[in-house]
């Protein structure tokens, strides 16, 4: 019996990208297994979006993206047999009902899987003669989430997926897509602002700042390396020798995100989440992630 | 052949309102047309025409019946030419301006049948409903005239065909160009190819007064090949010693010329223009 060969998900290697002489992306290399539900954390304009587009052959670049060890070539839609992608709830066509919309999915994917489709639909409550105009954010989110998890890909890119909903359809989108998408032969990138509600669910992470990857890692083994450390403002010093990129002072403590190996007499511990350690790594504010 | 449906489904739905603007002109054409019949009909108790007390022939009435098929044809053709511009700036941009090209673009299908399908319902539909309107407008002008007097119906067909013919050429010439704009610029696409043309224009006379180059004007070139000429005068043609036949036979000839291929040729490399352009603009 002839054995599969075990597909090797994203490989990037020396990943540039310049838009005029503005570089973008500078030799990002990564492998993205299949699997693994992976975060990509960033500042605004860090190259989270442009890394994205990369990967789907929307933008040219230097460099060399492979899937499965077949390169992705500029504006070449193959990738789309394999990739699903969902870019920010306006991403839907408003001139379209819901039917349309779902019809016109349907017939153009040739790995539209009807069953799960119909599973789908009958749960969303969505109005199929309603013109996508007429929706309200979360209902958008809704067709586009349900588009797409009808696809039968292997992979899903999430581009602020969440952007502008309410905390309750913000961990029902996320939820869908655990309960009816993600499986070990099948690979998630979510690149968001709201780290804190995708941290429970990711593996792995990628930091990236000014198109550079900071760090690629995963995520226990991430929060393992790091925790919070809290001193007296009166032993400042002690914390700031170590030269932490953020800090914070409250309440007579100063507290900062360090490596665990380091230790302090009569220091608080606390564990640290990912946006402190993103903060920790990248520098910046909390409200930049 | 299942995603080519699909897509020309989705380009009617997202773009019917355009595509139907010479459905909604011959409407508009029709009701100002029974309007005035219906004054008429109130004033004069009964349908009358005005020939100027002139007493009309067959053969002057049968040359009119062509003469005006070909001149309500040319006008829809006009409208189909407007409608094509706005469209093939719709079609290539519309998604883009909407924001909602990635959704589009992020499906398995190749970028030939995307802006196949985009193609050919912005030409084949749009000239297939011009088309069609005009047959029923030969049909209804033949039906009214022979009320009034002797028309052969033969010579409204004849206009529609040779008309539709001339229609689709120039049609294609322009629809394929403004195609080719819209896919270089992405907003004023119109503005854009028209201001292409003007500054050649300009270029080509400055070289002239400057250079005495003697360079053939672009804009003369433009309405030879947008322009179908026809010559439908009674007087004249009587005076050439030619009857509607010979006319009707001079027109067909006319048809294959290399004129026709100029047009072909340039639609095709306006198309592949297109083509190459769109398929290399990043998504942002």
Request: hydrophobic share 50%.
């Amino acid at each position: 019996m002839e054995e599969q060969m075990p597909n090797t998900g994203y490989q990037i290697r020396n990943l540039n990208k310049f838009y005029g002489k503005f570089q973008a992306l500078s030799d990002v290399s990564l492998t993205l297994p299949e699997g693994r539900i992976i975060g990509l954390l960033g500042k605004n304009g860090a190259g989270k979006s442009t890394l994205m587009r990369c990967m789907l052959g929307f933008l040219s670049h230097q460099g060399t993206i492979l899937l499965d060890d077949d390169p992705i070539v500029h504006r070449d839609p193959k990738v789309f047999e394999h990739v699903a992608f969902i870019p920010d709830v306006s991403g839907l066509d408003d001139r379209l009902t819901v039917q349309q919309t779902i019809d016109y999915i349907r017939d153009v994917n040739p790995r539209w899987n009807e069953h799960i489709a119909t599973k789908l639909i009958s749960i969303s409550n969505l109005p199929m003669k309603k013109r996508v105009a007429k929706l309200s954010k979360g209902m958008k989110t809704k067709l586009y989430l349900l588009i797409t998890l009808s696809l039968d890909v292997r992979y899903l890119l999430l581009e602020e997926p969440t952007l502008g909903l309410d905390i309750a359809f913000r961990k029902e989108f996320f939820n869908t897509i655990l309960g009816e998408f993600f499986d070990e032969s099948k690979g998630i990138l979510i690149s968001t602002h709201q780290v804190e509600e995708v941290e429970d669910i990711l593996q792995e992470v990628i930091f990236i700042d000014e198109g550079r990857i900071l760090l690629h890692e995963d995520v226990d083994k991430l929060k393992e390396r790091f925790r919070v450390v809290s001193l007296p403002q009166e032993r400042s010093e002690e914390i700031l020798a170590h030269k932490p990129l953020n800090v914070s002072r409250s309440l007579g403590f100063i507290s900062a995100v360090l490596d665990s190996s380091l230790e302090f007499e009569g220091a608080t511990y606390g564990r640290a989440n990912l946006a402190d350690i993103f903060l920790a790594v990248a520098g910046g504010t909390n409200e930049a992630v | 052949m299942k995603q080519f449906r699909a897509l020309i489904r989705k380009e009617w739905q997202t773009h019917r309102g355009t595509i139907l603007i010479p459905l909604w002109f011959t409407g508009a054409v029709y009701v100002i047309g029974i309007l005035g019949l219906m004054i008429n009909f109130i004033r004069e108790g009964r349908l009358t025409i005005v020939t100027g007390g002139m007493k009309v022939s067959a053969m002057e009435a049968s040359v009119g019946l062509y003469g005006v098929s070909f001149a309500m044809l040319m006008m829809l053709g006009m409208v189909s030419i407007i409608t094509a511009i706005i469209l093939a700036d719709g079609m290539i941009n519309g998604a883009f301006k909407r924001k909602c090209e990635i959704l589009h673009l992020s499906q398995p299908v190749s970028m030939l049948k995307v802006l196949g399908a985009k193609y050919a319902l912005l030409v084949l539909g749009t000239f297939a409903l011009s088309a069609a309107l005009s047959l029923v407008n030969s049909f209804v002008l033949s039906g009214l005239l022979n009320i009034w007097m002797p028309v052969h119906t033969y010579y409204a067909m004849v206009a529609w065909a040779q008309g539709s013919v001339g229609m689709l050429l120039s049609l294609l010439v322009v629809a394929s160009y403004y195609w080719l704009s819209a896919a270089l610029f992405k907003r004023k696409s119109f503005f854009m190819g028209t201001l292409v043309i003007l500054g050649i224009e300009i270029a080509i006379a400055v070289l002239n007064y400057t250079g005495k180059l003697g360079i053939p004007s672009l804009m003369d070139y433009i309405a030879k090949l947008i322009g179908i000429q026809v010559h439908i005068e009674p007087h004249g043609m009587n005076a050439l010693g030619l009857n509607l036949d010979d006319l009707i036979a001079l027109q067909w000839k006319s048809v294959i010329s290399w004129l026709t291929l100029q047009k072909l040729v340039l639609s095709a490399v306006f198309v592949a223009g297109g083509y190459w352009f769109y398929s290399r603009r990043e998504l942002t």
